[in-house]
């Protein structure tokens, strides 16, 4: 078996901490930073919609009012608050799935 003499035996690395560090096993605070930072993903996107929406019915006022001198300004808001619709509704899908995959996992 001389030929075989440079097979090395693989090793277990252990836990990949945070940044990659194989000797980090502590994750209670990276796991607390990451639910918070989805959570401030949520917020801010329903802050955006709500914002949006809010400048729209705004705008909506201005020209029935006769106010608006540009009425470029209000397709302009209509626009935007439906992306920021249509990403907060693509982060809920895309969260939904990860959960739905996350439940098949077998521990």
Same mark, same amino acid.
């Given at each position: 078996?001389? *030929?075989?003499?440079?097979?090395?035996?693989?090793?277990?690395? *252990?836990?990949?901490?945070?940044?990659?560090? $194989?000797?980090?096993?502590?994750?209670?605070?990276?796991?607390?930073?990451?639910?918070?930072?989805?959570?401030?993903?949520?917020? &801010?996107?329903? &802050?955006?919609?709500?914002?949006?929406?809010?400048?729209?019915?705004?705008?909506?006022?201005? $020209?029935?009012? *006769?106010?608006?001198?540009?009425?470029?300004?209000?397709?302009?808001?209509?626009?935007?608050? *439906? $992306?920021?619709?249509?990403?907060?509704?693509? $982060?809920?899908?895309?969260?939904?799935?990860?959960? &739905?995959?996350?439940?098949?996992?077998?521990?």
């Amino acid at each position: 078996m001389e *030929g075989a003499a440079f097979i090395v035996p693989i090793t277990p690395w *252990g836990n990949i901490g945070l940044n990659g560090d $194989l000797n980090q096993t502590q994750n209670a605070p990276t796991v607390n930073a990451e639910a918070s930072l989805f959570k401030d993903i949520f917020k &801010n996107t329903w &802050n955006q919609v709500q914002e949006t929406q809010a400048d729209v019915e705004h705008k909506q006022y201005l $020209l029935s009012t *006769g106010q608006l001198d540009d009425a470029h300004t209000l397709p302009i808001a209509e626009a935007k608050a *439906g $992306l920021a619709v249509d990403v907060m509704i693509g $982060l809920r899908n895309k969260t939904l799935e990860s959960y &739905n995959e996350l439940i098949k996992i077998n521990v």
